[in-house]
């Protein structure tokens, strides 16, 4: 039988399922390699190092979120992409647990939080009042999320109402 062939992707998508499950703690080069069935340096065809690793896990994640619509109120494109983040985050928490570490510089998670900024200032933020609204929604939502992932009987309904009342806080209800 044929190996699939390695790829960037696969490659960060494996390191995902391998941090979901067993932790940032168990995801290595030599394990990633293991999984892969090749040598660890194969990995690094591919990805550069574990910090380059670790902000591309973080990017796939935020790429499956969907950015603010921007005919939407902003009230709506904020609860819609906060949502939207808290439910990637469900799926892997991982790049949660690599966001508290401060790596999210990519450009997919930068296109998001430029986005959301818009969304704050046109609800009449000023830019220093929206990056601090965009960082503590932000912290809201992958705290939240990282509970979750360890807590998974409970409801998601912490973080629904908790978001309404922070957006509420911030932009009010009918922006």
Do not use: C, W
Request: avoid cysteine.
């Amino acid at each position: 039988m044929r190996r699939e062939a390695i790829t960037r992707t696969r490659v960060v998508e494996l390191a995902l399922a391998i941090a979901d499950v067993e932790g940032l703690q168990a995801l290595t080069m030599r394990r990633l390699a293991d999984v892969l069935g090749t040598s660890p340096m194969a990995a690094y065809k591919h990805i550069n190092n574990k910090p380059e690793l670790l902000e591309a896990m973080v990017e796939a994640t935020m790429e499956t979120v969907p950015e603010p619509n921007p005919d939407a109120p902003v009230h709506d494109q904020l609860r819609d992409f906060f949502t939207g983040m808290y439910a990637a985050l469900d799926r892997h928490p991982s790049a949660g647990h690599v966001m508290i570490a401060g790596r999210v510089a990519g450009p997919v998670a930068q296109r998001r939080g430029q986005r959301v900024m818009h969304a704050l200032e046109t609800a009449g933020m000023s830019p220093d009042s929206a990056a601090t609204a965009f960082v503590s929604l932000a912290s809201f939502t992958v705290g939240a999320a990282l509970v979750a992932s360890v807590r998974p009987e409970d409801s998601d309904e912490p973080f629904t109402v908790g978001l309404e009342h922070l957006l509420a806080g911030f932009v009010g209800t009918d922006s």
